[in-house]
């Protein structure tokens, strides 16, 4: 897989963008630093996530000003913009012994410096005895992200890029890598061992292998938690997937009820269990990546900062560069599999990518084809209890109209 792709702006919203978001970025600070005022115990939810996003926005101008200031003006195709001599290249982490592992990130020498609103709410209202966390919900001193797309807010990605690209996705990437990892393994127990782990991780494979039961659960876990978005509810076992804690979602979000779903919590003991299922065949040599992520545990440790008590939170986050590195691998099949069939690919965006769009119903059909041939391509080379399944996602279908008027307005509130 080439580790170089353009990547391409309309020229139009962007000015637009800027426009809008240097209009409003005088109003938008003095409401940021009006909610930063509010004493810590006593600030309520609404308030914290109005801060959020207003510093997502306040995030979201200085990427758009980035690129104003920095790109050029293209000829081909016309209308359209990229950074500078610019291509942005995607790297890998390195173990010791040379060998890759987790997702490629877009690395640029265009950044900026982070302002997002990442403190989770419970942390707000601690007090004086933490005082060591900055309570304005500021990022770490220094921290900066990289102007690309893949690190490009979602709206700002749909708004600059709706009339460019299409957003091609493995359909619910990750849980379907857990529970693939989950049938290598049932492969090599007993069937009375293989029948006992199945019993313990029913929930897991209904939310994976159902789409019917896992709206559903969905739906139950916005009832429960008295939270409208589906988004939001997805976020828990995606957290839970990461190795996230519940207490981490339910932190971070706020929602009206804070006493955990019981299903969720059989779906994180699921979790656990495969998680000491996969690093135990790691350790068997059973399979490369597991191999090479079991057998650098201490180097990894070392990696995520770990403290000696808490292994069992590091061996989560080897799991998690696990399937990382797997949707990795997934992910180079598929753009090689486009690339060979003459498919422009302009960025990577974790488990998908964006194709140059089409209008030309022919086309459409060929790009079709070539998802189907991507995924018989993956299953030949990782396995065939994977079995990825693309999805094509037009990115006009995002909402641009509402991001430009939350840009204008959302200080308002």
Not at 82 to 98: D, F, H, P, S, T
Request: proline content about 4%.
């Amino acid at each position: 897989m080439p580790t170089r792709f353009k990547e391409f702006y309309d020229e139009r919203r962007l000015l637009r963008a800027h426009r809008v978001l240097v209009q409003s970025q005088a109003a938008r600070n003095a409401r940021i630093e009006q909610l930063k005022a509010i004493p810590i115990r006593i600030i309520r939810p609404h308030q914290y996530n109005l801060l959020r996003r207003l510093r997502r926005i306040e995030h979201t101008r200085r990427w758009v000003e980035v690129a104003v200031n920095t790109s050029e003006i293209t000829k081909n195709p016309p209308g359209n913009r990229r950074l500078r001599e610019r291509y942005v290249q995607y790297k890998q982490k390195a173990l010791r012994n040379g060998s890759l592992y987790g997702r490629r990130y877009a690395s640029t020498s265009e950044t900026i410096e982070s302002v997002a609103a990442s403190l989770p709410y419970h942390q707000r209202l601690l007090g004086p005895k933490e005082a060591h966390i900055n309570v304005n919900g500021d990022e770490k001193v220094g921290h900066r992200v990289v102007v690309t797309l893949q690190a490009a807010p979602r709206e700002l990605r749909c708004a600059l890029c709706a009339l460019i690209y299409q957003d091609i996705d493995f359909f619910c990437s990750f849980p379907q890598l857990v529970w693939s990892l989950l049938l290598r393994i049932l492969r090599t127990k007993s069937s009375s061992d293989a029948d006992a782990i199945r019993a313990q991780t029913s929930v897991l494979k209904q939310y994976v292998c159902s789409t019917s039961q896992r709206e559903e659960m969905l739906l139950k876990i916005m009832h429960h938690h008295q939270i409208d978005s589906r988004d939001v509810a997805k976020k828990l076992p995606l957290v839970l997937l990461h190795g996230g804690a519940y207490k981490t979602w339910t932190n971070e979000v706020a929602p009206g009820n804070r006493v955990p779903y019981s299903p969720m919590v059989e779906f994180a003991d699921s979790i656990q269990l495969i998680v000491s299922l996969v690093l135990k065949s790691g350790e068997d040599r059973l399979y490369d990546i597991e191999t090479q992520m079991v057998s650098a545990r201490e180097e990894l440790h070392r990696d995520v900062h770990s403290r000696p008590d808490s292994i069992d939170k590091t061996d989560m986050r080897i799991f998690s560069l696990i399937l990382h590195s797997y949707e990795d691998v997934m992910l180079r099949v598929v753009v090689d599999t486009f690339t060979q069939d003459g498919w422009a690919v302009g960025s990577l965006q974790f488990d998908g990518i964006y194709v140059e769009t089409t209008e030309d119903p022919t086309e459409t059909d060929r790009m079709k084809l070539t998802m189907l041939k991507a995924g018989e391509n993956v299953t030949k080379l990782v396995g065939d209890t994977f079995s990825p399944s693309l999805v094509l996602k037009p990115l006009y279908n995002c909402p641009c109209k509402a991001a430009f008027e939350d840009w204008a307005t959302a200080h308002f509130e």
